[in-house]
């Protein structure tokens, strides 16, 4: 998924939470990862498909889980000098950026930091390093195919630190992403054993503390990231997934209410934590994909489409990028992705 403008605004608020202008120069990395930009700030990134920039490996052939390794992924690409490269996949679900290259640039780097499966043992790049995976869930039982949980992402993190590869100094001026977009919820609530509403909120509960408890550990004395921001949840409801059953023409309440309840137990259990800081992607999702007509950010106004992808399956179980044994293409591209908020 590509964050648009629209959303964007609420992240760069976080300029002033931030304050990336006391950035400085330092040396850029001999080899390997490019950030031309230098700055003061470390960023290190967790969680899932919102953040993964390369963890999840390319498989010969191509599958539903190494589909962001081929086009159409990647297909709006621009490079470190703002040279267009179309069809230059980056082990990112996107066609160009996703939401840790837009905080990057906050910070004053070029973009986000290298995938940690990218990365040479033993090292870390100035930059940071990004340990989100895509599939990857907070509660161990919701991690598809067995990537790295939440917690584990931490933990090789804290190795790290332990190690001194990750070294004070990158510490004393680092920033965290949590980015957690609902892969514990995917499925219907008998899926994953509820069946109540009690069931439904106590298993809500139970990822958003540990979401909590691993934000703590972040902040650690020895592992001590000065500021971590955390997403809270996007209006689930709204996307494809969902909203295919109705031909994407109405967000799902019921999804919609789960991101809900998620958000406000989130927002509970960070309360008082000092420079923890909250994105709220569903408010700002929400004002552009889920709002009444004559209502919401000017900027809804230039999608044309806002429930329905600009890339789909022509099989349900499929996936945007697959094709057949004969290469066929085995799904659909819009022309113009400008105008497809998904």
């Keep these: 998924m590509k964050l648009r403008p629209a959303v964007l605004g609420l992240l760069l608020l976080l300029v002033l939470v931030l304050n990336p202008n006391g950035a400085e120069a330092r040396p850029a990395p001999a080899g390997g990862h490019r950030q031309k930009k230098l700055s003061s700030y470390s960023f290190f990134v967790f969680g899932d498909d919102f953040a993964d920039n390369g963890n999840l490996p390319l498989t010969d052939p191509v599958t539903q889980m190494s589909r962001?390794?081929?086009?159409?992924?990647?297909?709006?690409?621009?490079?470190?000098?703002?040279?267009?490269?179309?069809?230059?996949?980056?082990?990112?679900?996107?066609?160009?950026?996703?939401?840790?290259?837009?905080?990057?640039?906050?910070?004053?780097?070029?973009?986000?930091?290298?995938?940690?499966?990218?990365?040479?043992?033993?090292?870390c790049d100035p930059s940071g390093m990004t340990f989100a995976y895509a599939g990857a869930g907070v509660l161990d039982s919701s991690s598809t195919h067995k990537v790295p949980t939440l917690a584990k992402q931490v933990d090789t993190f804290r190795k790290m630190v332990n190690d001194g590869i990750i070294s004070e100094q990158q510490l004393s001026r680092s920033v965290a992403l949590v980015a957690v977009s609902g892969n514990d919820y995917r499925g219907s609530s008998s899926n994953i054993g509820l069946s109540t509403p009690n069931d439904i909120n106590a298993y809500i509960g139970r990822v958003t503390k540990e979401i909590a408890a691993n934000?703590?550990?972040?902040?650690?004395?020895?592992?001590?990231?000065?500021?971590?921001?955390?997403?809270?949840?996007?209006?689930?409801?709204?996307?494809?997934?969902?909203?295919?059953?109705?031909?994407?023409?109405?967000?799902?309440?019921?999804?919609?209410?789960?991101?809900?309840?998620?958000?406000?137990?989130?927002?509970?259990?960070?309360?008082?934590?000092?420079?923890?800081?909250?994105?709220?992607?569903?408010?700002?999702?929400?004002?552009?994909?889920?709002?009444?007509?004559?209502?919401?950010?000017?900027?809804?106004?230039?999608?044309?489409?806002?429930?329905?992808?600009?890339?789909?399956?022509?099989?349900?179980?499929?996936?945007?990028?697959?094709?057949?044994?004969?290469?066929?293409?085995?799904?659909?591209?819009?022309?113009?992705?400008?105008?497809?908020?998904?």
């Design 68 to 123: 962001q390794w081929a086009y159409p992924y990647g297909s709006s690409y621009v490079d470190a000098d703002g040279n267009p490269r179309p069809n230059t996949p980056s082990g990112r679900f996107s066609n160009y950026q996703i939401q840790s290259d837009f905080i990057a640039k906050i910070l004053g780097l070029e973009e986000a930091p290298p995938a940690h499966a990218l990365t040479a043992e033993k090292t």
């Design 215 to 342: 934000v703590e550990q972040l902040q650690k004395l020895g592992l001590g990231v000065t500021k971590v921001i955390v997403n809270n949840l996007h209006p689930v409801g709204c996307t494809p997934l969902q909203t295919l059953t109705n031909n994407y023409t109405a967000c799902d309440i019921f999804g919609n209410l789960g991101a809900s309840v998620h958000n406000s137990n989130l927002k509970q259990t960070m309360e008082g934590k000092k420079n923890v800081h909250v994105a709220d992607l569903y408010t700002a999702f929400t004002n552009i994909v889920d709002t009444a007509p004559g209502k919401g950010q000017e900027l809804s106004k230039q999608f044309k489409r806002k429930l329905s992808p600009c890339c789909e399956s022509f099989d349900s179980n499929g996936y945007c990028g697959q094709q057949g044994d004969s290469s066929e293409l085995l799904y659909t591209l819009c022309d113009k992705s400008n105008k497809f908020f998904y």
